[in-house]
């Protein structure tokens, strides 16, 4: 049975692809919405990044996300100003044979390499609280901004590292809040 309308997006990350079984039902899914775009969120975690998982996600994937730790383990260096973040994100690109990459960078901000241009967005002060459910909520930012709003990528990431500071700023990886129509956090009590 098809879902009306298809999804704009598949996101999927390292550790559900682990299990053979649901590798088969991932490319089921990609066979039956071929127009949906494929997003990655690696979050290799030891033990469970095994090279030849993240490999499989990578040649499957049309935008990866991943963190400056991440990225560096990849791409090698450690890189931590949004200059060398640029570099490490094109070599990933470049090697990867990717078009599209999302560099979260914690507090200091977070990039995107976008059809061979790198867009930065520093992380703006706030009052961390829990991180816990920060990422996701940045990365849900940041696929609501690009498909369902039609931002820009640097909009669309200004938006992502908003949200994703507010997810911070609360208790919980989701935190009730209500939202204005491009989905920015408002909240009365902020």
């Known amino acids: 049975r098809r879902v009306s309308p298809p999804p704009a997006a598949l996101l999927f990350g390292t550790l559900a692809l682990r299990g053979a079984a649901n590798r088969w039902v991932f490319s089921a899914l990609l066979a039956a919405w071929p127009e949906a775009w494929r997003v990655v969120d690696l979050n290799l975690r030891p033990p469970f990044d095994r090279p030849e998982v993240v490999d499989y996600a990578l040649r499957e994937a049309q935008l990866v996300k991943l963190n400056d730790v991440e990225l ?88 992502a590292c908003r949200l994703g500071e507010f997810v911070a700023t609360r208790s919980g990886a989701t935190p009730p809040y209500l939202c204005d129509a491009l989905g920015r956090p408002r909240n009365p009590s902020s």
């Open 72 to 159: 560096a383990r990849l791409a090698g260096g450690g890189a931590r100003s949004p200059d060398a973040l640029a570099r490490a994100a094109h070599r990933f690109a470049r090697h990867h044979r990717l078009t599209r990459i999302c560099v979260s960078a914690g507090a200091r901000g977070a990039g995107l390499w976008w059809d061979n241009r790198w867009y930065w967005e520093p992380a703006r002060s706030v009052q961390v609280r829990d991180t816990v459910g920060a990422g996701d909520a940045f990365l849900a930012g940041l696929l609501a901004a690009l498909l369902r709003h039609g931002q820009s990528p640097p909009a669309a990431l200004a938006h």
